[in-house]
């Protein structure tokens, strides 16, 4: 063993989405993020994997109570802003969204995510610098739990 490599290999199972495709539609949530195998080689490899947020990006946190009325299991899969509404039955609405850093309005998304998904917008707690992009990007390096596109929070 040389001091590249480690015991164990780094695992995300089950804190990092198979894929950020939505389940119903296809469309990738998160076209910046790595898919969990991919993210997991550059774990290994480099400690860190690239992450880049545009405005097709739809990353964003909503509450366990809104994953089980659309029928999810934790992570059993990525849903985008429509698929999620449609299976829901209405609109997000801020009360959705917890104050999670991936609702940070600072961070790139779709428009239907930044405008229709208007809550996600109005749940963010941060103050100050908090809400800075480097902030925001160094709080989404942190801990896996982190950063899944289809991250389930209370």
């Known amino acids: 063993m040389t001091v590249l490599h480690k015991d164990e290999p780094v695992s995300m199972k089950g804190v990092y989405p198979e894929s950020h495709n939505c389940i119903d539609c296809g469309y990738n949530t998160a076209p910046g993020l790595p898919p969990r195998e991919l993210a997991e080689f550059l774990m290994d490899r480099d400690g860190s994997f690239p992450m880049t947020f545009t405005d097709e990006s739809e990353i964003y946190a909503v509450r366990n ?11 059993g899969g990525c849903l985008c802003v429509g698929c999620l509404e449609r299976r829901i039955g209405r609109r997000l609405k801020s009360d959705d969204f917890p104050d999670h850093p991936l609702n940070n309005p600072a961070i790139p998304c779709t428009e239907r995510l930044r405008d229709g998904a ?3 917008r109005d749940c963010w707690g941060g103050k100050g610098d908090d809400s800075s992009p480097a902030k925001i990007l160094a ?3 942190g801990p896996l739990w982190h950063v899944p596109a289809c991250l389930r929070a209370d």
């Open 65 to 75: 109570s809104v994953w089980k009325k659309a029928g999810i299991e934790p992570y």
């Open 118 to 120: 208007t809550g996600r």
């Open 139 to 141: 709080l989404l390096a």
